[in-house]
T-cell receptor, first 116, second 111 residues
Framework: GAGVSQSPRYKVAKRGQDVALRCDPI?????LFWYQQALGQGPEFLTY????????KSGLPSDRFFAERPEGSVSTLKIQRTQQEDSAVYLC??????????????FGPGTRLTVL | SQQGEEDPQALSIQEGENATMNCSYK?????LQWYRQNSGRGLVHLIL?????REKHSGRLRVTLDTSKKSSSLLITASRAADTASYFC???????????FGKGTLLTVNP
């Protein structure tokens, strides 16, 4: 596709449910990022993939958050036993080059997660 | 944690006026970027300025960077209603790969 796509665009979950958020990066892009954006705040880094390797997961807020990119393209962010504080917009971004190369990140439209 | 702080938090102007937003950051940087976010198009990269640059232009956008004051400004000239959005500064990217964003300025341009 022409840009980064994410699905679903909106997700409502009951507290305690597991959710899975999908990101389709721009074809051929090496780097993939996940960010979390709380209401009224800027995005905050969660995790980074270079191809299928997860090189940085320092931003994941707890062990309930898990991300994967098994074939180096599509990525899934999974949140187990969702809590109300997980309510946020989850943004995925991809860039053409790998870590260490100056490069623009292209963002998807985000998934708005609401935990009731 | 947020690296930058945008100022003002919200700005409302009339179409045709200029809009200026400021960003302050805490640590030394290689570059600083500005992004725009609205509900229609998500988060879009506007412009990048490197630490050895003082000013950069792109269309109606003008960005300045003062590394001694750890601050940057974004000027939008001759604003349009379509410029209504939140504007964020971000540091990082490239060798630092992950971006660290400020809290943003909400710009409203009234027709």
């Amino acid at each position: 596709g022409a840009g980064v796509s994410q699905s679903p665009r909106y997700k409502v979950a009951k507290r305690g449910q597991d959710v899975a958020l999908r990101c389709d990066p721009i074809s051929g892009h090496v780097s993939l990022f996940w960010y979390q954006q709380a209401l009224g705040q800027g995005p905050e880094f969660l995790t980074y993939f270079q191809n299928e390797a997860q090189l940085d997961k320092s931003g994941l807020p707890s062990d309930r958050f898990f991300a994967e990119r098994p074939e180096g393209s599509v990525s899934t962010l999974k949140i187990q036993r969702t809590q109300q504080e997980d309510s946020a917009v989850y943004l995925c971004a991809s860039s053409q080059l790998g870590r260490g190369r100056r490069d623009t990140q292209y963002f998807g439209p985000g998934t708005r997660l609401t935990v009731l | 944690s947020q690296q930058g702080e945008e100022d003002p938090q919200a700005l409302s102007i009339q179409e045709g006026e200029n809009a200026t937003m400021n960003c302050s950051y805490k640590t030394s940087i290689n570059n600083l970027q500005w992004y725009r976010q609205n509900s229609g198009r998500g988060l879009v990269h506007l412009i990048l300025i490197r630490s050895n640059e003082r000013e950069k232009h792109s269309g109606r956008l003008r960005v300045t960077l003062d590394t001694s004051k750890k601050s940057s400004s974004l000027l939008i000239t001759a604003s349009r209603a379509a410029d209504t959005a939140s504007y964020f500064c971000a540091t990082g990217g490239g060798s630092n790969y992950k971006l660290t964003f400020g809290k943003g300025t909400l710009l409203t341009v009234n027709p």
